[in-house]
């Protein structure tokens, strides 16, 4: 028997007392911390100017247990059912790196995340380093890296470019994917009041065929959904010549 196992055994009679020591410590602490990324977000998006990039650790801290709803998640999840093991992926606009971290390090071979804001670049590679993501400044309507990529993320930025950009930037995307490759991202619906939801947005979509529309000149392939909420309407995107999630030959499905 080993040490280990013996110092388990013995410690079995405060395992009770040390439940609840530690989670009183545990719900204290999330509490402190919630309280602290809320005052975050009051400072950075409460005080003009709002920054450029969002720092994801509020919604993974505060805004997740605060509104109840899950749609900051959602954008990882939908992008990373397009990736197979081992791709090379690109991710445009990436923004603070929550997502290339949490959500495509586990699965991606490689990734390139760029972002035009060097305040965004500097806080990914403080704090969500991974040896196979690569962060770098770059605004992709001058600056695309000249690649191919399995997969390319296009998440929660598509709308801070004007209708002209997002067709220039169309082609220069299908242009660095191979036939089976994967576009993928976010986006929202504009307000019903005609409002922007932030004041860096170009242009906000109005409807799914209205995102689509981008797409299916260069896709033979174009999946548009979305998700509804109390405070905002979101819409998800794949695109390829390929095979998409849970079309007939999935690879990452059966049946």
């Known amino acids: 028997m080993s040490v280990v196992h013996t110092l388990r055994m013995r410690l079995g009679f405060a395992k009770p007392f040390l439940e609840s020591l530690f989670s ?48 900051w ?33 586990a699965r991606v071979g490689s990734m390139r995340s760029v972002d035009f804001d060097p305040k965004a670049i500097a806080y990914a590679k403080r704090n969500f380093r991974a040896e196979n993501i690569t962060y770098e400044i770059a605004d992709i309507r001058t600056q695309m890296p000249q690649e191919t990529f399995d997969n390319i993320v296009w998440d929660a930025a598509i709308e801070h470019f ?41 242009y906000e979509f109005k409807s799914k065929d209205d995102l689509a529309r981008f797409f299916r000149p260069h896709f033979r392939n174009v999946k548009v959904f979305e998700t509804i909420y109390s405070d905002r309407h979101n819409l998800y995107f794949w695109a390829s010549d390929g095979i998409l999630p849970f079309m007939p030959g999935w690879p990452l499905a059966t049946g």
């Open 162 to 202: 004007t209708e002209t950009e997002i067709a220039d930037l169309m082609g220069n995307i299908k242009a660095r994917l191979p036939p089976t490759g994967v576009l993928s991202g976010f986006t929202i619906v504009e307000r019903s009041d005609g409002k922007k939801m932030l004041p860096h947005h170009e």
């Open 73 to 105: 998640v959602e954008r990882g999840v939908f992008s990373l059912l397009t990736m197979e093991p081992g791709c090379k992926a690109l991710e445009l606009c990436c923004g603070d790196g929550f997502n290339a971290h949490f959500f495509y390090s």
């Open 24 to 71: 009183l410590e545990a719900r204290a602490a999330e509490r402190w911390v919630s309280g602290a990324h809320h005052r975050l977000f009051l400072a950075q998006w409460g005080i003009y100017p709002v920054p450029e990039f969002f720092d994801h650790k509020i919604g993974l801290y505060w805004m997740w247990r605060a509104r109840r709803e899950p749609h």
